[in-house]
């Protein structure tokens, strides 16, 4: 399989043997109170297939990170950490059940 892509996924906790493995072909490292899956995909669809395993599985996504990968090295390229979402952890503003922010009203005319 062609990988031009390599992913760091992290998520909130230790993961489990058992559930590390639900991420065949990705190694888990534990930091702290986090763990880092990292591992190579070959397109945006796989990427999204991972991150959906994430959120089946009910764990806490803390952040993901995309770089291209040299193809001819197998290294990750010039661009490094090119993209990067992380969970917010609280939204200032928002009601405790609704995580959503608040859209502030326009006064009437």
């Given at each position: 399989m062609r990988t031009n892509l ?79 979402a992380t969970a917010p952890r ?20």
């Amino acid at each position: 399989m062609r990988t031009n892509l390599t992913v760091v996924i992290r998520v909130r906790g230790h993961l489990s043997r058992r559930l590390a493995a639900a991420f065949d072909g990705m190694t888990s490292v534990r930091l702290g109170r986090a763990t880092e899956l990292t591992g190579g995909v070959t397109d945006q669809a796989q990427l999204y297939g991972l991150i959906t395993r994430v959120r089946d599985l009910g764990l806490a996504l803390e952040s993901v990170t995309v770089a291209e990968t040299d193809e001819a090295s197998g290294r990750s390229g010039s661009r490094g950490r090119a993209r990067m979402a992380t969970a917010p952890r609280s939204v200032k503003g928002a009601d405790h059940d609704d995580h959503r922010p608040r859209v502030p009203r326009l006064p009437a005319d």
